[in-house]
């Protein structure tokens, strides 16, 4: 069945550092992909997402570039601050049935000053 | 427009008593998903329900746990007989008639704390 893997965290980096979280998938059809992130004590949000191969999803500073040849959706960011400290997901949605979305288990980030 | 809604934010139960745990979806959205987050753990999917229709409960547990989106009024996530391990937060998510391509839109979680 479908799956995403993710970089084992926690991920700790100094401020204005550059940021690279690992993300691959196992996908039969042709999925949307997604990062969401969960700041402390809150719900998950939607970063950024691409629909189709080498699209790229950008947001807040983040990007992601959808690559079929390699099946990953890896996260980057030029200079992370401390307010990114969060958890970030990657997921994929295969839209064959319905909008399921399979997530990843996550990657803890902290960035400090 | 308001974003998904879930009611209340914190729960607290002692063991035996019953939780239910709400979810107002976005307006225009008829697809509602929920997820249990356990203690430094990811999400974990538990039911996907259309108005009155319980599509996919694969994540469900057998027993204690049941959902439902009824024509009129929010989703409910019920737990019967609450346990320790039921402490978790749970979220809602939902997502407008399929396409295909949608990304699903999440609440801001109910803690449920068990005693």
């Known amino acids: 069945g479908d799956s995403v893997t993710q970089m084992e965290g926690p991920v700790t980096l100094s401020e204005e550092a550059f940021l690279t979280i690992n993300c691959t998938y196992t996908a039969t059809g042709y999925p949307s992909l997604f990062w969401y992130v969960q700041y402390p004590g809150e719900g998950l949000q939607l970063l950024l997402k691409?629909?189709?191969?080498?699209d790229k999803g950008s947001n807040k500073g983040f990007e992601a570039t959808y690559r079929k040849e390699t099946t990953s959706f890896h996260l980057e960011k030029g200079s992370v601050q401390v307010s990114d400290s969060a958890v970030y997901f990657c997921?994929?949605?295969?839209?064959?049935?319905?909008?399921?979305?399979?997530f990843g288990p996550g990657t803890s980030l902290s960035v400090i000053p | 427009n308001a974003g998904v809604m879930q009611n209340p934010r914190h729960l607290v139960r002692r063991r035996g008593q019953e939780a239910r745990l709400r979810c107002s979806p976005m307006k225009g959205h008829s697809h509602v998903y929920w997820y249990r987050q356990l203690p430094e753990e990811g999400l974990k999917f538990m039911v996907y329900l259309q108005k009155e229709n319980i599509i996919d409960e694969s994540g469900m547990p057998k027993e204690r746990f049941s959902a439902e989106f009824p024509k009129e009024g929010p989703s409910i996530l019920r737990i019967q007989q609450v346990v320790r391990g039921d402490s978790a937060a749970y979220f809602c998510?939902?997502?407008?008639?399929?396409?295909?391509?949608?990304?699903?839109?999440f609440g801001p979680g109910t803690r449920l704390t068990v005693l």
């Open positions: 998510a939902s997502s407008p008639p399929y396409s295909g391509r949608n990304e699903q839109f």
């Open positions: 997921a994929l949605s295969d839209g064959t049935s319905y909008d399921k979305v399979i």
């Open positions: 691409a629909t189709k191969a080498d």
